[in-house]
């Protein structure tokens, strides 16, 4: 008879310490450059290994992150680039893609969830968990939008109105269409022809 495997759970203060102690740092044994950091997120208690990203991927998030800069006036929102926010009701450190957060400093504490005004992933291969785990993550968190670009099909999964089961709102945006975040009526966006 099987066991249960047992899962180790970290609180956000002890996942803090594990990156201040260089737990997440390569060495020569992993085959990347010693001293890298591994991309790891803190979801739920859990760590979780973050897929590695490819060309077309940072493309996408090099021109979302300029058509940020283009539409956000200086001071309004700070632009975050596949940097971490926390969720601490959750255990959570997500690192999406793109987040537009509150314009304020955050060298002693990272923003949270309810700091954020848009959160933007992009999706490859992870899909379903961005839309099934990470949008009830968000949504439980108070992120107001959350979009989900979806590379292979180019379409924007554009999430609205949060709750504690995920968001009440999926509207899905195809080639020819545009979306405007709720934070910014002036910045419209289409999937990529």
Do not use: N
Request: with cysteine; aromatic share 6%.
């Amino acid at each position: 008879m099987a066991t249960a495997t047992p899962t180790l759970r970290f609180t956000i203060e002890q996942y803090d310490r594990m990156i201040d102690a260089g737990v997440f740092v390569t060495s020569e044994t992993t085959g990347a450059p010693p001293g890298q950091p591994t991309g790891v997120e803190l979801i739920r208690g859990e760590i979780v290994m973050m897929s590695p990203i490819g060309p077309r991927h940072e493309e996408l998030v090099d021109r979302l992150a300029a058509w940020s800069f283009a539409c956000v006036p200086p001071g309004v929102f700070r632009i975050r680039i596949q940097q971490s926010l926390g969720i601490p009701g959750h255990d959570s450190v997500p690192q999406p893609d793109i987040a537009w957060v509150q314009p304020r400093g955050y060298a002693t504490e990272r923003p949270r969830a309810t700091d954020a005004l848009l959160v933007i992933e992009v999706a490859e291969s992870s899909v379903r968990y961005d839309l099934g785990e990470k949008a009830t993550l968000y949504a439980s968190g108070g992120v107001p939008e959350y979009w989900v670009i979806d590379m292979a099909e180019q379409i924007i999964h554009v999430l609205r109105s949060p709750g504690m089961s995920g968001y009440a709102e999926h509207q899905v945006v195809s080639r020819g269409e545009s979306i405007m975040p709720l934070a910014s009526g002036t910045a419209g966006l289409s999937p990529a022809p």
